[in-house]
């Protein structure tokens, strides 16, 4: 169902889909949708929890500014990123401005680990949040290798 939600998406943004066309994509009915998921907002939630804990799961956090860096990279890429920044980033802004989503306590609950300090795993998520939601803004003449090469040298004199 979620592979189902995350074409929808894709195809059509997350304003536009509706339970009924990821029921149909999935070959469920919309009732078996409504079991696990109250709306598409929710169902989205934990599609974008799902993605996003992919690529942070995969970073190797013995060497956490590479990984960091490389997460953030891997962020701005993925194809589910770019279109609700695209389409919808209104679906964004609860967690950049209210509250922690289950994707940023996943992060965290790696981060902190490897950085042995709660309140370094929050700042360095603070700063990775920045360079991933605000590097559009700053292109040109900059371009992302150079950001992403400037967010190097940040969390190298942060953490280092």
């Known amino acids: ?3 189902a939600a995350r074409d929808c998406v894709l195809a059509y943004g ?3 889909t509706t339970l009924t066309d990821v029921a149909r994509r999935a070959g469920v009915s919309r009732m078996t949708l409504y079991r696990h998921w109250t709306d598409v907002r929710a169902l989205v939630g934990d599609l974008m929890t799902r993605e996003w804990v992919a690529i942070i799961s995969g970073l190797d956090l013995s060497d956490p500014v590479p990984a960091v860096v490389t997460g953030v990279r891997r962020m701005r890429e ?3 990123w770019r279109k609700i920044v695209a389409a919808d980033p209104e679906m964004l802004l609860p967690y950049l401005l209210d509250r922690r989503g289950a ?3 996943a992060v965290l609950d790696l981060l902190e680990p490897a950085l042995g300090d709660p309140r370094k ?3 360095v998520l603070l700063i990775a949040q920045s360079f991933l939601v605000s590097a ?3 292109l040109g003449p900059l371009t992302l290798d150079d950001l992403d090469t400037e ?3 940040i969390l190298e004199a942060y953490l280092g």
Request: proline letters at 10%; a positive charge.
């Open 14 to 16: 997350v304003r536009r």
């Open 1 to 3: 169902m979620l592979d």
């Open 103 to 105: 994707s940023q306590e």
């Open 151 to 153: 967010l190097t040298a």
């Open 78 to 80: 993925h194809p589910l």
């Open 121 to 123: 795993a929050r700042a």
């Open 136 to 138: 559009p803004t700053m």
